[in-house]
């Protein structure tokens, strides 16, 4: 396991990215406290007792009813025999149950793993044969096509169930119940023994003490495709936890009670996991849930409704403030107008024309941060209280900072560390961005020689290896140029997928586009495209390679076009460029069927 070589995280006040950009209201420093998550939300519970902390199916949850329902689960699960370093995964979309299970897991020193809700089974066995969990807690519709298949083969022991409206009692919700007890999916959970997790809710609290050390155990396993693109799990301790949660929370101009989180993206996720989750308990706020992706109706009609008197926040990739930007019944949600004040857009970047329509129609403020799940996952956004600057991926957060070094060996040292004699800066310095913080992982989950590729030692710190290329501003904000892995190597010239993307959406009839390499016999790899035209357009791929000739350089233009009624995302809304890749005739040629 490695070993933290420092206890501090302080970073030079002297650096330049603290110059120009950095937001008054933001400490530079902050002594990040070695606490566990649960003694984290104690502390905001005494706080905030009676406020709200979670909003789901029109019912209202408030601080202490949550820790009372943790309480419960938790005395539940250590008298089932999850003891502290076993696993506990967890199959359920956004909900009451999703939340508390993960602060009574990690309560009694278990270690909380959440699932993707749209995996099939043999992505999901795939996850339990690298965790390894001793329990499960499934939502009751998805246990028979996802769960039932692969439950035999897996090391869970124990399976808790629950219906996705079990906690939901509020009064709207009530005078409804009657239309939507045929809509709510159910289903049977037959494994032996299994539980009924409000049957667990009942269990007198009497939480056992468990000794744990912040910065060696892990809170969460969190899958990741890392820098080599296979799956992973990711160490993240107590310590990266609350560090990364509070790290937000000052980001966001520090504790705002009563400011609601909009909770469109997936809990299992990283983004999630800190922004939504961790980060609202850390502002004194709440999180707006939703079990199922919201249409912009439904969103803007929530959003209305619900009071929020502080604003809110919103994070998520671009094509989710795309679409409400462009929302033409926004006009008849005048209440949305001016809320949506803290919106991060992650997982890609923010264009000016998407964050300009967004301002203009919904009166909000949008960002572009970055980050990874390695980094739990946040690692820098841009102003959100003044101006700031567009086409790059903001300042590193409180008590972060990142440097540039050569991609294809760290240990000739940094490029560039954002220091006031430092001079190699501009693209022709580009090199893998390297982050060091208290949010950087523990490890890659019994891969240590994946590990040691990814955290490395550099006077006396250790760096976080990003497997992004990118350069750094003389004001020290970063440009990410594209990943390590998927740079295109055609005639011996380095092309950026994510450079070519952006120039081929400067077309006005490009909506989206993907890059990828494809094999060639002479070139070695050839740039494909493939595009999503605006409503209307009849452009064809002759007509766009065509205009690529007049405006792009020579090894950047697409060999290839493809046109797709629509680009491929996964939940979270980054482009799928790799499943384009791999399923197209000429990869599938040279490599052959792509492996499960």
């Not at 309480?71 to 502290?84: D, H, P, R």
């Not at 309560?107 to 995996?119: E, F, K, V």
Request: proline share 7%; glycine share 8%; hydrophobic share 40%.
């Amino acid at each position: 396991m490695p070993v933290k070589l420092e206890d501090k995280y302080q970073v030079d006040e002297n650096k330049i990215w603290f110059k120009k950009w950095w937001p008054e209201n933001v400490p530079k420093n902050y002594d990040f406290p070695e606490k566990t998550v649960n003694q984290f939300l104690d502390e905001q519970v005494e706080k905030h007792a009676d406020r709200y902390i979670m909003w789901f199916l029109d019912t209202w949850m408030t601080y202490k009813e949550f820790q009372d329902h943790v309480k419960a689960l938790a005395t539940a699960l250590s008298q089932l025999g999850i003891k502290k370093g076993d696993v506990v995964a967890m199959h359920l979309g956004n909900c009451f149950q999703y939340v508390i299970g993960y602060y009574a897991i990690t309560r009694i020193g278990a270690i909380a793993s959440g699932i993707n809700p749209t995996y099939q089974p043999m992505e999901i066995l795939h996850q339990f044969d690298i965790i390894k969990p001793k329990a499960l807690i499934a939502l009751d519709a998805l246990y028979e096509p996802y769960i039932k298949p692969i439950i035999d083969k897996s090391s869970v022991e124990i399976v808790i169930y629950t219906n996705i409206a079990d906690l939901a009692h509020g009064l709207g919700f009530k005078r409804t119940l009657g239309k939507l007890l045929k809509k709510i999916p159910t289903g049977k959970v037959d494994f032996p023994g299994a539980l009924k997790f409000m049957d667990l809710l009942k269990t007198p609290p009497n939480v056992p003490e468990v000794k744990i050390d912040v910065k060696t155990h892990p809170s969460t396993y969190i899958m990741t495709g890392g820098t080599t693109g296979l799956p992973k799990a990711a160490v993240l301790t107590h310590f990266n936890v609350v560090s990364n949660a509070l790290q937000c929370a000052l980001w966001l101009g520090g504790e705002k009670p009563g400011i609601g989180s909009v909770g469109v993206l997936p809990l299992f996720h990283s983004f999630a996991h800190t922004v939504v989750m961790n980060a609202s308990i850390a502002l004194g706020g709440w999180m707006m849930l939703f079990p199922r992706p919201p249409s912009q109706d439904e969103l803007c009609a929530t959003i209305e409704k619900l009071p929020c008197p502080e604003g809110l926040i919103y994070a998520g990739a671009e094509i989710l403030f795309k679409r409400l930007a462009e929302f033409e019944g926004l006009k008849n949600y005048p209440g949305v107008m001016g809320k949506l004040m803290l919106c991060i857009s992650g997982a890609g970047p923010l264009h000016r024309p998407v964050r300009d329509a967004f301002v203009k129609n919904t009166g909000g403020n949008i960002v572009e941060g970055y980050g990874l799940t390695e980094s739990t996952p946040v690692v820098s956004a841009g102003n959100l209280f003044g101006e700031s600057p567009i086409g790059v991926i903001g300042l590193p957060v409180t008590g972060t900072e990142w440097g540039i070094w050569p991609s294809e060996d760290f240990d000739k040292g940094p490029i560039c560390l954002g220091n006031p004699d430092d001079t190699n800066f501009g693209e022709e310095h580009t090199g893998e961005i390297c982050v060091h913080g208290p949010q950087v992982m523990l490890e890659y989950l019994n891969k240590p020689d994946e590990t040691a590729e990814t955290i490395k030692e550099y006077d006396g710190k250790l760096w976080l290896l990003t497997g992004d290329i990118g350069f750094m501003n003389s004001d020290g904000t970063i440009e990410i140029r594209d990943r390590k892995k998927q740079l295109i190597k055609y005639k011996g010239y380095s092309v950026y997928p994510k450079e070519v993307e952006e120039l081929l959406m400067k077309h006005p009839e490009i909506s989206e586009a993907a890059v990828a390499g494809i094999p060639h016999d002479e070139f070695g790899e050839a740039v494909k495209a493939w595009v999503q035209l605006t409503p209307g357009s009849t452009l064809t791929p002759e007509e766009i390679k065509k205009w690529a000739e007049e405006n792009m350089t020579h090894y950047k233009r697409p060999y290839y076009v493809e046109i797709l009624d629509e680009i491929p995302k996964n939940l979270i809304g980054k482009v799928q460029r790799r499943i384009l890749q791999i399923n197209d005739p000429l990869y599938k040629a040279k490599y052959g069927e792509p492996k499960e």
